[in-house]
């Protein structure tokens, strides 16, 4: 035991923490996205200085290691700065809020904030509960950091519900097949005019030289430059002549309204777009590839040079899902040999060339950033003296969709989003496949097809063409059966009116007053060219289904053997079960006690007392005897 003097007092939890926290980063911090992005948050421009250094720092390192697009850094960094500005409006002693101390309690501050960040946006937004999840996800991952403590306090939040629903999403309608057609023409054209551009540029390359050596104010020379890398982008700022002292053939390379200052900038950014494609330029291609492999956005972004292979007969490509963590490899067959058709009356959709295409206009980019394997979708940008090779940013400000639309004077109903064309092709291939999910959610789960695809306009109307045929099928034959006739109508058989109206002629009606057509529970206008059998073979299944066939004439003198058959049919029911029953004799049935209530009571009488005396039976093929009571 110890001795006395020896007993230590136990360090208080607050204390422990606050002794193993590391000194705090100063600083902005930055973070950088999977595409070259950077991304910088500043803790100091909040009181809780302390706690946004805490929680910038755990948004860097896993920004780092996670590899986030530049998208999902910027939400995290929003979780953060609301989270940061919360604190700051509503604890008193922010200044010395730290994940590591409980005074402030920032668990209690963290679930107000999470109740109040509904709010702030509209009712079913996605966003709150993405928001809340990500503060969440940087605080997890400082806690499981040994040199890196959080207050217990935090515990429950962390282990239990994020404490607000997820909420919905507002699916988007796919393209009409008119603008889907003419989204594809247009980025066509759009690829026809970029590959110009840049061959026109080579060409100029080709005649240039050193601008130190041919001059400065020849665009030729100063594409070299570009091209070359040498003389650098700052020496070409340096050497280049007062804009008012360009000559005209310089000074056409830029518009008109562009002033003095500014000039020699937009000059390099037009030359630059001469050698290598800008952003804006790749959205033709993207949309095309899309419209000739029905992939996803993402899916084909991701795509490089490795998860290309040629064929001849077209090409195998390996494509990315980075939300479902799952690579699929798929071939895309060639429509049409190159030589096949010398003057085709439109570009085919072909993966092949367009990735061909593609591929030229970008591997100058590759190769002057050293990429292998090299994305597809590489762009080059100009900041400050600095060329920079980028990937293709769908979303950058004026060069994202909807610029690429105003460049083509091209107009689209209804939303402005990608997304929108990956559903035009699962439509049709939902058509094409007459809607067997197992064949159309080939690239995903049928659960993901139900939720995000079989909503559209245009599977709807299919939809709701194939239910209208089904009912139309079976109203019709629920209501193109037998032709009940009268006592009076049968004694105006005679009159061509009546035998007009009833579609039969002279020699038929005297065959239904003979009995020459009788078919035992009804009359019948030609058996010889019956609904349930070829034409000119004798009907198959009189007299068992001519309470259904729409050739069937029911006359008075019928009645015995339709109370016979009534009695049948009701010792089948006691036999069979009622869904057999049903399938089998259910519209008959139906049918047989519509003609029968039509009869007066005293009709039926004498009828039941006509088989009792003279010993009527019910005539039916032997097989349904076989049938029924075996």
Not at 398 to 421: E, K, M, P, Q, T
Not at 524 to 548: F, H, N, T, W
């Amino acid at each position: 035991m110890p001795r006395r003097g020896e007993y230590q007092r136990p360090t208080p939890p607050e204390a422990r923490l606050n002794a193993a926290t590391p000194m705090p980063r100063i600083g902005t911090r930055q973070a950088a996205a999977s595409g070259g992005h950077v991304v910088a948050f500043d803790p100091s421009r909040y009181v809780c200085a302390a706690l946004a250094g805490e929680l910038g720092d755990e948004w860097v390192e896993y920004a780092a290691t996670s590899g986030l697009s530049r998208p999902s850094v910027v939400d995290y960094r929003h979780a953060v700065k609301s989270f940061c500005e919360f604190v700051d409006r509503t604890e008193p002693d922010a200044k010395s809020a730290t994940l590591a101390a409980g005074a402030p309690d920032l668990a209690r501050s963290a679930a107000r904030w999470v109740r109040e960040l509904p709010g702030g946006y509209p009712a079913g937004s996605r966003h709150p509960a993405r928001l809340a999840g990500n503060l969440r996800r940087l605080i997890i991952r400082r806690a499981e950091h040994a040199e890196r403590p959080v207050w217990p306090g935090f515990e429950g939040w962390l282990a239990g519900h994020v404490g607000i629903r997820r909420g919905e999403t507002t699916e988007v309608d796919e393209f009409t097949r008119a603008d889907k057609r003419a989204l594809v023409k247009a980025a066509f054209a759009d690829l026809r005019e970029v590959e110009t551009r840049l061959r026109a540029g080579r060409d100029l390359l080709a005649a240039g030289g050193d601008p130190a050596e041919n001059g400065w104010c020849d665009a030729s020379n100063l594409i070299w430059a570009i091209a070359h890398g040498t003389p650098s982008i700052e020496e070409i700022y340096r050497r280049l002549p007062q804009p008012q002292q360009w000559p005209v053939e310089l000074r056409e390379w830029i518009p008109d309204d562009i002033g003095p200052r500014h000039a020699p900038e937009k000059l390099l950014r037009t030359l630059l777009a001469m050698l290598y494609p800008h952003n804006i330029d790749l959205h033709g291609f993207r949309i095309l590839l899309m419209a000739a492999t029905n992939r996803s956005a993402d899916e084909i972004l991701a795509l490089t040079d490795d998860d290309i292979e040629y064929q001849p007969t077209g090409v195998l490509l390996d494509f990315t899902k980075n939300r479902a963590h799952r690579v699929q490899r798929q071939t895309f067959g060639t429509s049409a040999t190159f030589g096949e058709l010398l003057a085709p009356q439109s570009p085919r959709l072909d993966p092949a060339d367009i990735l061909h295409r593609l591929q030229t206009l970008t591997r100058p980019l590759a190769e002057r950033a050293c990429l292998d394997p090299a994305p597809l979708f590489l762009r080059e940008s100009l900041f400050g003296n600095e060329i920079r090779v980028r990937r293709f940013a769908p979303n950058l400000q004026f060069s994202d969709l909807h610029a690429w639309l105003n460049r083509r004077d091209l107009g689209v109903d209804g939303a402005v989003d990608i997304r929108r064309l990956r559903k035009s092709g699962k439509v049709e291939k939902a058509i094409a496949f007459k809607g067997r999910i197992s064949d159309i959610a080939d690239d995903h789960s049928a659960e993901v097809f139900r939720g995000h695809y079989a909503h559209g306009t245009t599977l709807h109307v299919v939809a709701g063409k194939v239910i209208t045929a089904a009912q139309r099928h079976w109203l019709d034959k629920a209501l193109d059966g037998p032709t009940v006739v009268t006592e009076q109508a049968e004694a105006e058989l005679d009159e061509p009116d009546t035998a007009a109206v009833l579609g039969l002629s002279r020699d038929q009606v005297e065959q239904l007053r003979t009995g020459a057509l009788d078919m035992g529970v009804s009359g019948c206008r030609d058996p010889k060219d019956s609904p349930y059998g070829r034409p000119g073979q004798l009907c198959p299944v009189a007299p068992l289904r001519c309470l259904e066939c729409r050739n069937a004439f029911i006359l008075p003198s019928n009645l015995p053997q339709l109370l016979l058959f009534d009695d049948f049919l009701e010792q089948l029911r006691l036999r069979l079960t009622p869904r057999h029953f049903d399938d089998l004799w259910g519209q008959s049935h139906v049918n047989l006690k519509a003609v029968l209530a039509d009869r007066t009571e005293s009709e039926i009488v004498l009828a039941r007392k006509q088989i009792a005396e003279t010993g009527i039976e019910l005539q039916l093929p032997l097989a349904s005897r076989v049938e029924f009571d075996g």
